[in-house]
């Protein structure tokens, strides 16, 4: 009997784990008999492999619950199962099981602060699951050394991790970009490809935008913020950016082609995340041949060395590695000697 692979993937229908599960389903070949476990919300790439069961999963607890049962039941024990969304399954199955995870927050001991009660909540379930059924996993896949050594710490040795980044075209990733020889003309000095959650910082970074226009440096910079979903802080972004006249437009959540074309049209990626298991950005702007301006944590260097990084915890930071990036020199401090310090107190006490 042949085997059968299964992709169980209830919760994935939108961002970078969309991009990745679309690009999985692209190479499904006929070699292999494929069941796949899909959100609803999920569209199917075209060309897909003509030897494969769906089976549609509603957005809801009970109807996830009814997914995880059915797989159990499902899958026999010379099938694979690739759990791809961050999840191990609920119940123990008798396949080859391997859970690919690729949200921080379940792996990272970090306050949830700023996200809604109900993202709270999801995120606080979720993590006591993958804590609770680690064992019903055979190894997990991880996308850099940063969250392999996180989960390897959660598992304590009981399941194997292994690190296995992968992206839809990986042909043309390097770490470093080479300064372009002719200088292009690009629609926008700086792109950010990021929804709103509280970890993306675009506060942080349209503050640093405003540190900048008071000092009569004015960088366009396009966001690519949903503005319903993250309707207060556009509205935010909104009253700052007319009060301070910032050179910077969100053209709100649009489809991969079109983030692609985003990124041949800008001059660089800048990326204040404070969090990520992975920052796909970060290698897609590689891809695009652009140089890159990031936070200067773990999981920026894991994929790659910016040009220019910052504290993102400052505007401060970020608005200086804007000026370096752009070639304008800081000025220096106004230092005085002991005797010109002390004429400077008694001028002003006479």
Same mark, same amino acid.
């Given at each position: 009997?042949?085997?059968?692979?299964?992709?169980?993937?209830?919760?994935?229908?939108?961002?970078?784990?969309?991009?990745?599960?679309?690009?999985?389903?692209?190479?499904?070949?006929?070699?292999?008999?494929?069941?796949?476990?899909?959100?609803?919300?999920?569209?199917?790439?075209?060309?897909?492999?003509?030897?494969?069961?769906?089976?549609?999963?509603?957005?809801?607890?009970?109807?996830?619950?009814?997914?995880?049962?059915?797989?159990?039941?499902?899958?026999?024990?010379?099938?694979?199962?690739?759990?791809?969304?961050?999840?191990?399954?609920?119940?123990?199955?008798?396949?080859?099981?391997?859970?690919?995870?690729?949200?921080?927050?379940?792996?990272?001991?970090?306050?949830?602060?700023?996200?809604?009660?109900?993202?709270?909540?999801?995120?606080?379930?979720?993590?006591?699951?993958?804590?609770?059924?680690?064992?019903?996993?055979?190894?997990?896949?991880?996308?850099?050394?940063?969250?392999?050594?996180?989960?390897?710490?959660?598992?304590?040795?009981?399941?194997?991790?292994?690190?296995?980044?992968?992206?839809?075209?990986?042909?043309?990733?390097?770490?470093?970009?080479?300064?372009?020889?002719?200088?292009?003309?690009?629609?926008?000095?700086?792109?950010?490809?990021?929804?709103?959650? %509280? &970890?993306?910082?675009?506060? +942080? #970074?349209?503050?640093?935008?405003?540190? @900048?226009?008071?000092?009569?440096? !004015?960088? /366009?910079?396009?966001?690519?913020?949903?503005?319903?979903?993250?309707?207060?802080?556009?509205?935010?972004?909104?009253?700052?950016?007319?009060?301070?006249?910032?050179?910077?437009?969100?053209?709100?959540?649009? %489809? &991969?082609?079109?983030?692609? +074309? #985003?990124?041949?049209?800008?001059?660089? @990626?800048?990326?204040?995340?404070? !969090?990520? /298991?992975?920052?796909?950005?970060?290698?897609?702007?590689?891809?695009?041949?652009?140089?890159?301006?990031?936070?200067?944590?773990?999981?920026?260097?894991?994929?790659?060395?910016?040009?220019?990084?910052?504290? %993102?915890?400052?505007?401060?930071?970020?608005?200086?590695?804007?000026?370096?990036?752009?070639?304008?020199?800081?000025?220096?401090?106004?230092?005085?000697?002991?005797?010109?310090?002390?004429?400077?107190?008694?001028?002003?006490?006479?």
């Amino acid at each position: 009997m042949q085997r059968k692979v299964f992709i169980h993937a209830t919760n994935v229908h939108q961002g970078g784990g969309r991009s990745l599960l679309v690009a999985l389903l692209k190479v499904l070949h006929d070699k292999e008999e494929y069941v796949l476990s899909l959100d609803e919300r999920m569209a199917l790439p075209e060309g897909m492999a003509h030897n494969v069961q769906i089976k549609r999963v509603k957005p809801s607890v009970v109807q996830r619950l009814a997914a995880e049962k059915w797989l159990a039941q499902s899958v026999g024990p010379d099938d694979v199962v690739l759990c791809f969304g961050n999840l191990p399954p609920l119940f123990k199955s008798r396949g080859h099981v391997v859970v690919f995870v690729q949200n921080r927050y379940l792996v990272d001991d970090v306050k949830l602060n700023g996200f809604p009660l109900r993202a709270r909540l999801r995120l606080a379930m979720e993590r006591l699951w993958l804590s609770s059924k680690m064992l019903n996993a055979s190894e997990f896949i991880v996308q850099t050394p940063s969250m392999k050594r996180l989960l390897e710490i959660m598992a304590r040795g009981r399941v194997p991790v292994q690190a296995l980044p992968f992206v839809a075209e990986p042909d043309g990733y390097v770490r470093n970009v080479p300064p372009p020889k002719v200088k292009k003309e690009n629609d926008c000095d700086f792109v950010y490809i990021a929804s709103g959650e %509280p &970890h993306k910082n675009h506060r +942080q #970074l349209i503050e640093a935008w405003c540190l @900048l226009a008071t000092e009569g440096v !004015f960088p /366009s910079l396009k966001l690519t913020l949903e503005k319903t979903h993250f309707a207060e802080l556009c509205s935010w972004m909104g009253e700052v950016i007319e009060q301070y006249r910032l050179n910077v437009e969100n053209v709100g959540s649009m %489809p &991969h082609d079109q983030v692609k +074309q #985003l990124y041949n049209c800008a001059g660089a @990626l800048i990326y204040p995340s404070t !969090f990520e /298991s992975f920052g796909l950005p970060l290698i897609e702007a590689r891809l695009a041949g652009l140089p890159v301006l990031a936070s200067e944590l773990d999981y920026v260097r894991d994929v790659l060395d910016p040009e220019q990084t910052f504290d %993102p915890e400052s505007s401060i930071s970020i608005a200086r590695a804007v000026k370096r990036f752009m070639g304008i020199a800081e000025q220096p401090l106004p230092l005085q000697d002991a005797p010109g310090f002390m004429k400077h107190i008694l001028e002003r006490v006479i």
